[in-house]
């Protein structure tokens, strides 16, 4: 071969050698802008957790069995020295259970408001906190009457009235629901109600009580919705009856343990005794 067919050669060869090494670049070059496939998908909670001061509550926290057939509107809470009932009627025990220092009332139908039960639970120190016309009807107790819209003071604990009502509850009979605020812990309590403006417009709620019954309180339908609106940390259904389905409790509770978002806890207490 003459000089110039080897030169020739070489130069061919220099060409092949640089395509190469700029092929090769390109190529890294491309894996590395290409981001790596995630190696699974992140895994979102079905619930949320609860925060320090809610836990602590919730085990102060006792549903009581009724023996009235519309259901289980009673609560007790017993918080530091302060023992406080919700709409406590026909009380299994009643007897046993500890003297009230305030007792809330919602309305005066027979499932949540008897003044026999109140009796029972009252001593000289008892406050009854209701609506005027309940308030009117009890005697040498010591109450405070309250509106939707109005707060009162109680043994240093304030107490909100909100707004309760539905076909079943008119508005313009002043029916009521309650916050309260105890261990820095928001509590909310529905009283019987449809879910309403006032209630949608609540916020920083832990433990919101909503009474269940589909036509005469809530649905579960409605319950998803203020979980989904108000976001309370905690939901727990009452007035609904376990051990009975007359009023199709059951169906409502299965679509809020179905449905409710995982911004909220669901938690289902067991009656006592």
Same mark, same amino acid.
């Given at each position: 071969?003459?000089?110039?067919?080897?030169?020739?050669?070489?130069?061919?060869?220099?060409?092949?050698?640089?395509?190469?090494?700029?092929?090769?670049?390109?190529?890294?070059s491309?894996?590395?802008?290409?981001?790596? $496939?995630?190696?699974?998908?992140p895994?979102?909670?079905?619930? *949320? &957790?609860? /925060?320090?001061?809610v836990?602590?509550m +919730? @085990?102060?926290?006792?549903?009581?069995?009724?023996?009235?057939?519309y259901?289980?509107?009673?609560?007790?809470?017993?918080?530091?020295?302060?023992?406080?009932?919700?709409?406590?009627v026909?009380?299994?025990?009643?007897?046993?259970?500890?003297?009230?220092?305030?007792?809330?009332?919602?309305?005066?139908?027979?499932?949540?408001?008897?003044?026999?039960?109140?009796?029972?639970?009252?001593?000289?120190?008892?406050k009854?906190?209701?609506?005027?016309?309940?308030? $009117?009807?009890?005697?040498?107790?010591?109450?405070?009457?309250? *509106? &939707?819209g /109005?707060?009162?003071?109680?043994?240093? +604990? @304030?107490?909100?009235?909100?707004?309760?009502?539905?076909?079943n509850?008119p508005?313009?009979?002043?029916?009521?629901?309650?916050?309260?605020?105890?261990?820095?812990?928001?509590?909310?309590?529905?009283g019987d109600?449809?879910?309403?403006?006032e209630?949608?417009?609540l916020?920083?709620?832990?433990?919101?009580?909503?009474?269940v019954?589909?036509?005469?309180?809530?649905?579960?339908?409605?319950?998803v919705?203020?979980?989904?609106?108000?976001?309370?940390?905690?939901?727990?259904?009452?007035?609904?009856?376990?051990?009975?389905?007359?009023?199709?409790?059951?169906e409502e509770?299965?679509?809020?343990?179905?449905?409710?978002?995982?911004?909220?806890?669901?938690?289902?207490?067991?009656?006592k005794?």
């Open positions: 071969m003459d000089r110039k067919h080897i030169w020739t050669a070489w130069i061919i060869l220099g060409l092949i050698l640089v395509l190469a090494t700029g092929c090769t670049s390109a190529s890294q491309a894996k590395e802008t290409v981001p790596p $496939s995630p190696t699974s998908a895994v979102l909670p079905t619930v *949320a &957790p609860t /925060e320090d001061k836990s602590p +919730l @085990e102060k926290i006792t549903w009581l069995r009724s023996t009235n057939p259901g289980n509107t009673g609560v007790l809470i017993q918080a530091g020295t302060k023992v406080i009932y919700l709409d406590p026909d009380l299994v025990n009643a007897a046993q259970l500890p003297k009230a220092d305030i007792i809330l009332i919602t309305h005066d139908h027979p499932d949540h408001f008897s003044a026999q039960t109140i009796t029972a639970l009252s001593n000289e120190n008892t009854v906190v209701s609506t005027a016309g309940i308030i $009117s009807t009890l005697g040498d107790l010591s109450t405070a009457p309250l *509106a &939707p /109005e707060k009162t003071n109680v043994d240093n +604990l @304030e107490i909100e009235g909100i707004a309760s009502y539905n076909v509850h508005k313009t009979s002043g029916f009521l629901g309650f916050i309260i605020t105890i261990d820095d812990t928001r509590l909310y309590f529905s109600t449809d879910l309403n403006p209630m949608e417009s916020s920083n709620i832990d433990i919101a009580f909503l009474n019954r589909n036509l005469y309180s809530l649905s579960g339908k409605n319950v919705s203020f979980a989904e609106t108000v976001k309370p940390r905690v939901i727990v259904p009452i007035h609904w009856m376990p051990e009975n389905n007359t009023y199709k409790d059951k509770i299965e679509y809020i343990q179905q449905n409710i978002p995982n911004t909220t806890l669901l938690e289902v207490l067991t009656l005794p």
